[in-house]
């Protein structure tokens, strides 16, 4: 392409009248009214939204009450957000006693230290590992108290988020390595391990999770040798912890199948061995393929821990509808469940936002 | 690559295959198999498709069992004893059709994967291991990328730099570049006979045979599971005696 005669006169191109593609004006017309059809959507949901949002912010923000000593003078055509600030630490930490609160306060604090801190890829293995492990033994020193000075606090008490997020993400800490196992062990070469896994995931999915709760309830302590007692909260903990690992582990289960069978036999031929080969080859790429519905399930989880309002403990919606069994305050659970759905929907959509980050730095490789 | 033949003086017996027999099911994909291959031996292993070329080198690092017969590799004999198991594939590298690199591990933690966990080497002396053979098979450059970001001709290379990491004794070749656009077949060939002058001790099934004639010291043919024919590449191309090695030789150096 060296020799090129420039000097010959090339014909000079011909503009081509260029549509308007910058400005807001061009962005409606490109995405909004593109089309006949198009347009009537665009139309039709304005008009939506024109119906729906002002009397939203009127009652939300407008006529709310922000103020008020009690249910009476709060009454008005808006939201009463006293209700909110008036029972916030009841909600928040339920019957834990009051004159104690900074203790389930820094409870929630670590844990939004520790879930934050997850996200620093710099951090990642022992030592992300040690400050989860400092961090969930403050957790449950702040909780039960009885030395440092701090007065015990009976499990029962433990109210509130910080109920919601020890069942959660404690629930996941264990549940996490017990799906991997089920996994492995259900594509096991050995019958028995495999017929055991087989075998305990297909009857924990088949029951609903109320079921297992209601069974380590309940039924647990009639098989439980007399005098012998285990903690209620401990029992919900350890429903949790089973029902979620047999659901992960069948997501666990999907993305090892998607690992070819070559990268075994590479594994196999440098002489890595089982763990070796599953730990640093099989794993890695299994997770990192399944980190969509991973998230998926441990959005579920979070959200599941509700349910042990059924077998009597005060998770943050337990707390929340004990709050509103006030006689002072009637009449105002609307508010109360738009704050503690404002509360989950923080968490979630955190944990969807860390996802997509994760989802974003395994695929560094893949790309050309 | 050239034409003259490396020079060898074999050494003692390092694999030796004794009446191996193997079914897929019940096609009987490996019949009476005996083959002995020595020290610096560089053996070519050639044969119409379904002839059990493959099956026959996957035993020797048992990626694939035998079901009879024997197989001793470094003067262990494979059996279902994983320790031993786990020692031959320390000792054996391979080279796969389809490369087989970890696409999640960078070139470079490719290499030394292995070497720090299973021979234990500390990471700067399994880095500066990998970096040296990166330099030998021609991409010290590519270190820091990922796989998936290489040509098919690089990433095979980079799968033979990731066996030659382990120090093996003896390197197995499957199709090397049967998976390769033609453009690339010859990078990947020259750091095989570069090897192959080392002395290393090869067993390659490929259908590349100007490499056979360069390298090999022996051929053999299979052919339905069984080995038909072999012996010293002059006399396996010139004078093939079964009518299946002249069929198979006429088909694949027809043009």
Redesign the interface.
């Known amino acids: 392409m060296a020799d090129v005669d420039v000097t010959q006169e090339l014909p000079l191109p011909i503009e081509r009248p260029q549509p308007v593609t910058s400005g807001p004006l061009a962005w409606l017309r490109a995405n909004l009214f593109n089309s006949i059809p198009n347009t009537i959507l665009t139309l039709a949901a304005l008009y939506l939204l024109a119906v729906a949002i002002p009397p939203v912010i009127r009652w939300a923000f407008v006529d709310a009450i922000w103020n008020a000593d009690s249910g009476r003078a709060c009454r008005g055509a808006g939201a009463c957000w006293a209700f909110i600030g008036d029972k916030l630490r009841f909600i928040l930490f339920g019957r834990f006693p009051y004159e104690e609160d900074w203790r389930p306060l820094f409870v929630v604090v670590i844990f939004v230290a520790l879930i934050v801190a997850s996200c620093d890829r710099r951090l990642w293995g022992r030592r992300l590992a040690a400050l989860w492990l400092a961090g969930l033994v403050a957790v449950g020193v702040l909780m039960r108290g009885g030395i440092l000075g701090m007065s015990y606090v009976e499990p029962e008490l433990w109210n509130g988020l910080p109920l919601t997020l020890i069942l959660s993400v404690v629930g996941m800490i264990f549940a996490f390595p017990l799906a991997i196992l089920l996994a492995l062990g259900r594509r096991s070469q050995l019958p028995a391990v495999r017929a055991i896994c087989v075998g305990y995931i297909e009857l924990v999915r088949g029951v609903p999770l109320i079921t297992v709760l209601f069974m380590a309830s309940v039924m647990l302590p009639l098989f439980l040798p007399t005098g012998m007692t285990v903690d209620k909260l401990l029992r919900a903990q350890a429903a949790f912890i089973l029902f979620a690992a047999a659901y992960l582990a069948e997501i666990v289960r999907g993305g090892l199948q998607a690992i ?1 069978r ?2 075994y ?9 089982y763990w ?1 080969r599953t730990r ?2 099989v794993l ?2 299994a997770l ?1 393929l399944v980190i969509p519905p991973l998230v998926n399930n441990f959005i579920g989880a979070f959200k599941n821990t509700s349910l042990v309002l059924i077998i009597g403990l005060f998770d943050l919606l337990g707390a929340t509808n004990a709050a509103l069994t006030d006689a002072n305050w009637r009449g105002y659970s609307v508010e109360a469940y738009v704050f503690v759905a404002a509360i989950y929907f923080s968490f979630c959509f955190f944990m969807s936002r860390y996802s997509q980050m994760l989802e974003r730095e ?1 695929n ?5 | 690559m050239t034409d003259t033949a490396i020079e060898t003086q074999p050494g003692e017996p390092i694999i030796e295959l004794r009446h191996v027999d193997k079914w897929f099911g019940d096609f009987h994909v490996l019949r009476d198999i005996n083959l002995e291959v020595r020290k610096g031996e560089r053996v070519v292993v050639c044969g119409p498709s379904g002839s059990g070329k493959s099956t026959m080198i996957r035993c020797i690092n048992r990626l694939e069992e035998h079901q009879q017969g024997q197989i001793i590799v470094a003067g262990i004999e494979l059996t279902a004893d994983v320790k031993k198991i786990e020692t031959i594939r320390r000792e054996v590298g391979m080279v796969f059709q389809q490369f087989n690199l970890f696409p999640h591990l960078t070139v470079l933690e490719n290499l030394t994967l292995a070497p720090i966990w299973v021979r234990k080497l500390p990471r700067r002396e399994a880095e500066e291991t990998a970096r040296l053979y990166l330099e030998r098979v021609r991409i010290p450059e590519q270190a820091d990328k990922y796989p998936g970001q290489l040509s098919g001709g690089q990433q095979q290379r980079v799968a033979i730099a990731r066996s030659l990491c382990m120090k093996p004794e003896i390197m197995l070749f499957d199709e090397p570049t049967s998976a390769l656009d033609p453009e690339m077949i010859k990078e990947v060939l020259d750091v095989m006979v570069e090897l192959a002058r080392e002395g290393m001790t090869m067993v390659c099934v490929t259908h590349e045979m100007g490499f056979a004639r360069t390298v090999a010291d022996t051929m053999v043919f299979m052919d339905r599971g069984e080995i038909v024919e072999r012996g010293p590449p002059q006399d396996f191309f010139a004078n093939p005696r079964s009518d299946r090695t002249k069929l198979f030789l006429s088909q694949i150096l027809a043009h």
Do not use: N
């Open positions: 070819p070559g990268q036999e590479a594994a196999d031929s440098l002489g890595l061995g070796r640093l080859i890695p790429q990192a395994f560094k490789g893949k790309q050309r």
